[in-house]
């Protein structure tokens, strides 16, 4: 059998020939295609064209790379399958593959360029917080996310107190971004280098929380694929459960609806501690979607697909929203920075999971 000529690929060429073969069984769960009614970018559209460009049977030029970065990385092609193949895993290596020949589009190699200055700006917002934590030996890092520091500050500072409150320690904000947008758009050398930063700002040890889900699935699975050892840090979600009797009931009677986001929910298979986290707010279990749990859909999100594929991810988003808005509405929630810019951005009100826990959480 001849070796794959993108090597990155060669690892997965069971996944890839059990792809190419399917008579499309997980069609439906890609959000992309849905709203594209496209055959190329079905799941089984898009490892085909990996497959076929990683044999050598295609030419390797934008028009058949473009494919490779139609995935929001939602796992929910993985829940459909029989052989729950690893789809969005495959799609990243090919996008590492392309994007080292300058192949990616365009969305891609901007986020790339610009990954530097806004990195700096991000660690620019979070100093003062951790100037003020530097001198404490219980400080407990928390990796925020750059989604919440940069789009939902409101957020970040809310997770931040939050993670003070429920853990009795100061917080410390990891400086160093997870890399995660780097890998979506390809630059896998780019990727690697933040791992390493960030790695190298958490290896003092003590206590270590994830905010956003993205980068603590990052952190404990992308990570070591790249050769970069970090301890895996504990998730708020997790935080929060274990401190349920600490929460504060709301007075507030508004209706809420839980999103799944999917990095949180397929990613990390977390499902019932953020509904067991609103249960306790809100008195009542959340409402949900259709669609909820392992077969949830995508906001329209991740995988860099806002960049990539602005308008198919606006459409996704709507239709979550549209949905929504038609089983009554109410307050949505997620715990997901893209989710909740997604939703945001396409003017509906929407909060995140750690805001309502800064608000519930009563002082030891």
Known sequence: MSQLRLKLLEPHRTSLEKCVYCP?????????????????????????????????????????????WACSACFGCRERCDHKNEVATVLTDARAELFARDLAPEGARRVAERFSAREEGRAGELDARSRSAAAAPDA??????????????????????????????????VRACCGLPLLYAGDRPGFEAAARRLAAEVAPGGRFVAVDPGCARAV?????????????????????RSSLDRLQRSASERRV????????????????????????????????????????????????????????????????????RALG???????????LRRFRTRGEPAEDLASLVARAVAPR
Not at 143 to 164: K, N, Q, S
């Open 257 to 324: 609806r839980y999103h799944d986001p999917c990095q949180l929910g397929r990613g990390l298979d977390r499902y019932d501690a953020p509904r067991e986290i609103l249960a306790r707010i809100t008195g009542r279990p959340p409402e949900e979607f259709i669609h909820r749990r392992e077969h949830a859909d995508c906001s329209g999100g991740g995988g860099l697909l806002p960049a990539t594929r602005p308008a198919s991810s606006a459409a996704i988003a709507d239709g979550r929203i549209a949905e929504h």
């Open 220 to 240: 404990r699975v992308e990570y070591p694929r790249v050769g970069v050892s970090v301890k895996g840090p504990e998730l708020f979600v997790d935080l929060a």
């Open 24 to 68: 499309k069984l997980s069609r439906a769960a890609c959000p992309v295609s849905n709203v594209e009614a496209n055959e190329t970018v079905t799941p089984w559209g898009k490892m085909s064209m990996a497959y076929f460009a990683a044999r050598g049977d295609v030419p390797l030029d934008p028009g058949h790379a473009d494919p490779a």
């Open 140 to 173: 407990v890092h928390v990796l925020i996310g750059c989604g919440y520091a940069r789009h939902a500050p409101d957020v970040a500072r809310d997770a931040l107190d939050a993670t003070e409150a429920l853990t009795g320690a100061p917080t410390r904000p």
């Open 329 to 339: 509405g109410g307050l949505l929630v997620t715990h997901c920075a893209q989710s």
